[in-house]
């Protein structure tokens, strides 16, 4: 349907109130049509909405996978429950407990991050500026991770940074907690820090099977996961690049992923080089 023949038919039909799907330009407008002074003269209005339907759009797909992720821990939950009231064997009531604790605590997680979100989004977030060796903050965050996979960092030595700490703490975190869950065992992680005239750039590179470039941009989405079919322990709830890419803004920066060269999905924060060094 071109842009000319579907406001054609509007005015045509003599709808007063409609909405229409501009296909040549990817809009959507609220129609009005309103008589003019002269005989037979009509005067059609145009509302863009295309930013309200797509909010919309978020909204409903928020709340779809919200129900997703919450409807595995809760039927977990309600079945083990079940199994505990059957009186099962002293042996398999300690298997049940802590069935019913995991589950509790991956809901409880949901609900952690999806409030830091809100927090975030809402402004409510302030952000402590504090001066740190990057390299002592990236070897403390390897450390956190708690992996036993090679970490190869690639760190200037003496830059000291000033931004906030936790904050660039828990992104790097989120990312290298990304990098240990999608790389194959034995596989190694590339950490690698520049400073380039106005940014200082961090990146995280894994050796997973690397994601289509249709996604890289919908990989910071709430929920959104590349293949749905990886279970929840593996995959993550699709919460912690969302949350990363909210952090790096905060702090000024942008985020952005890609294939490596090298095989391997990389992950890039930049942050602006006079925030960080104070130059």
């Known amino acids: ?132 060796d990057l390299a002592e903050l990236i070897h403390d965050s390897v450390a956190r991770l708690g992996t036993e996979r090679t970490v190869n960092s690639s760190i200037p030595q003496d830059l000291v940074i000033s931004t906030d700490r936790p904050k660039l703490a828990q992104a790097l975190g989120n990312l290298l907690d990304n990098a240990a869950k999608f790389s194959p065992p034995g596989t190694a992680i590339d950490v690698h820090a520049e400073v380039t005239n106005e940014e200082v750039v961090l990146s995280v590179r894994d050796r997973g099977p690397g994601i289509s470039p249709e996604h890289w941009s919908r990989v910071f989405e709430r929920f959104y996961k590349v293949d749905r079919a990886r279970p929840r322990e593996a995959g993550g709830f699709g919460l912690g690049l969302a949350i990363t890419k909210h952090l790096v803004q905060i702090l000024g920066g942008r985020i952005w992923t890609e294939t490596a060269r090298e095989g391997g999905q990389v992950f890039y924060i930049a942050l602006p080089h006079e925030v960080l060094t104070g130059t």
């Open 1 to 132: 349907v071109t842009l000319e023949s579907r406001l054609f038919r509007v005015v045509q039909t003599r709808q007063l109130h409609a909405e229409a799907h501009l296909a040549h330009r990817r809009r959507t407008v609220k129609t009005q049509i309103v008589e003019g002074r002269r005989e037979g003269e009509r005067l059609l209005f145009l509302t863009d909405i295309t930013e309200l339907r797509r909010l919309a759009t978020v909204r409903q797909e928020f709340v779809a996978n919200l129900v997703h992720e919450l409807r595995t821990p809760i039927t977990s939950l309600r079945l083990t429950a079940e199994s505990l009231l059957g009186d099962p064997l002293p042996k398999d009531r300690r298997r049940f407990a802590e069935r019913l604790v995991r589950e509790a605590d991956l809901m409880s997680k949901i609900i952690d991050n999806l409030r830091q979100l809100g927090d975030i989004e809402n402004g409510a977030m302030a952000v402590d500026v504090s001066q740190f």
